[in-house]
């Protein structure tokens, strides 16, 4: 047995380490280490709730709205306040464009260019992959760069700014939008829609929705001149339809009132149980006892733990660690090509980048709606009063999966502010039991070592980590 260490990873926001025990040359057990502790949970304490909300965005400067959501829903709570119609719109609004954003940025910029290595010359789609994706100077970069530009304009008209906006409140948002605003809304979500119809997919959003099958995808995909089919090619000729399984348990917070929140597992939905998550410190740097609720979790450094490895923490879920992301949210959704391809290969690499680009097919036309259903000239914000005593739950979906934010108020201060973000369950590390996480479990069986292709990459990147959000 031999020990191979992975990292720092590149195109990684924040920083992340794998180790990998290899015989044979195959991953026989992997650990993921968060290296960088940054202890955004005792800043916290003692602070203004409402202190909050300029604090939390600073996890993450790609994922701040989530984070803004999660801890203006945490408030919301505690508040007992309910958003108004047009800034529960606003909000989702909000939230989707960041979504979709990290969702377009992932597959052109952080994944792709993997398949422009030199590792794969002799491929047949190599050429093609090279020209498009070689990072920097591939074609797409220079196109996917001004669309992604114009698209985030729209966060200028909802939010004033991004990232670290201050527009979401627990009461909606305090971007009341105009009628000549919602116009020119529709525009930038039209020009957003010609880019995503005409490079990404090469056919329309309503036609890439409603693919439903494993059979169906892989005929569209066949000859058809876009970058979602390019990768089809590729990922099916190295067989990442079926590599990169974790345990085939999925969670979601629901998103945006069109997708549910749940737990789907051995084919059947569960509805979400809140009480059931706990996180366990055992592996972690971290004071360990028992396995805790979040709202009454604790952050306490244990530098010197012996047999930890990671300063990320183990959720899990009535016991099970749960893959989140896309291809959760598109599971609990009951989509027909996600449960197709899970149900035949496995969550495979496939299967998750096939989810986040399904997932610009379907919300961009529910932003359109939304967009309309915008009443300017009524409310957008309601008001609420901060109590001495009380508590809180945010939970969101980022793009990468769910965020969850406990609060604790008493004296009018934060007593206990505990959060669990998306790759805080996807790259946990084992638990008490021992049990790996959903990383963990996926790289087993690999190749890997000196001369191995960059498998180990790739499924890495198929759950697009966000290092900085797990160590918040």
């Known amino acids: 047995m031999t020990r191979l260490v992975l990292g720092p990873f590149n195109r990684v926001e924040g920083d992340l380490e794998v180790s990998l025990d290899l015989e044979a040359g195959r991953v026989q057990a992997a650990y993921v280490n968060s290296p960088l502790f940054r202890g955004f949970e005792q800043i916290m304490i003692g602070r203004s709730p409402l202190d909050a909300l300029a604090i939390v965005p600073r996890i993450c400067g790609i994922c701040s709205v989530a984070q803004s959501a999660a801890a203006a829903e945490a408030l919301a709570g505690a508040m007992g306040i309910r958003p108004t119609p047009n800034g529960q719109l606003a909000r989702q609004l909000i939230q989707a464009t960041e979504n979709l954003a990290d969702h377009l940025t992932h597959f052109y910029l952080f994944f792709m260019p993997d398949f422009a290595r030199p590792a794969y010359v002799d491929r047949s789609w190599h050429a093609a992959v090279a020209r498009r994706f070689t990072a920097v100077k591939g074609e797409a970069a220079a196109e996917v760069l001004p669309a992604r530009a114009g698209f985030l304009k729209l966060m200028g008209f909802l939010a004033g700014r991004w990232p670290h906006t201050l527009a979401i409140q627990p009461g909606g948002s305090t971007r009341a939008i105009t009628a000549g605003e919602r116009i020119r809304l529709l525009a930038l979500l039209r020009e957003f829609r010609s880019f995503l119809e005409k490079r990404l997919f090469g056919d329309t959003l309503a036609a890439v929705s409603q693919l439903d099958s494993k059979g169906a995808l892989l005929a569209w995909a066949a000859g058809r001149p876009a970058d979602l089919p390019l990768f089809i090619e590729a990922a099916r000729d190295l067989g990442l339809d079926k590599l ?24 059947q939905v569960a509805g979400l149980d809140p009480s059931a998550i706990v996180e366990d410190s055992a592996s972690a740097w971290l004071l360990a006892g028992r396995p805790l609720h979040p709202a009454v979790g604790e952050t306490i450094v244990a530098a010197d733990k012996p047999d930890a490895y990671t300063w990320c923490k183990a959720p899990r879920y009535a016991g099970q660690p749960l893959e989140v992301g896309a291809l959760a949210r598109q599971m609990l959704a009951g989509h027909p090509l996600l449960r197709d391809l899970v149900e035949q290969d496995g969550a495979s690499v496939m299967a998750r980048v096939v989810a986040r680009l399904l997932e610009l097919a379907i919300v961009v036309p529910a ?54 973000a998306p790759t805080t369950w996807n790259f946990s590390p084992r638990d008490a039991g021992g049990q790996p996480g959903p990383l963990e479990q996926a790289l087993l069986g690999l190749p890997a070592g000196e001369g191995a292709p960059p498998t180990v990459q790739h499924v890495v990147r198929s759950f697009d980590p966000c290092m900085v959000c797990t160590v918040h």
């Open 244 to 267: 990169g399984r974790a345990g085939d348990r999925f969670l979601s917070f629901g998103a945006y009132g069109l997708f549910p929140a749940g737990v789907w597992q051995a084919g």
């Open 367 to 420: 932003m359109e709606s939304w967009v309309q259903a915008l009443q300017p000239g009524e409310a957008f914000c309601a008001q609420g009063t901060l109590p001495d005593e009380g508590s809180g739950v945010g939970l969101v979906e980022a793009a990468r999966g769910s965020l969850g934010h406990w609060l604790s108020i008493r004296r009018g201060r934060i007593e206990r502010y505990q959060i669990i």
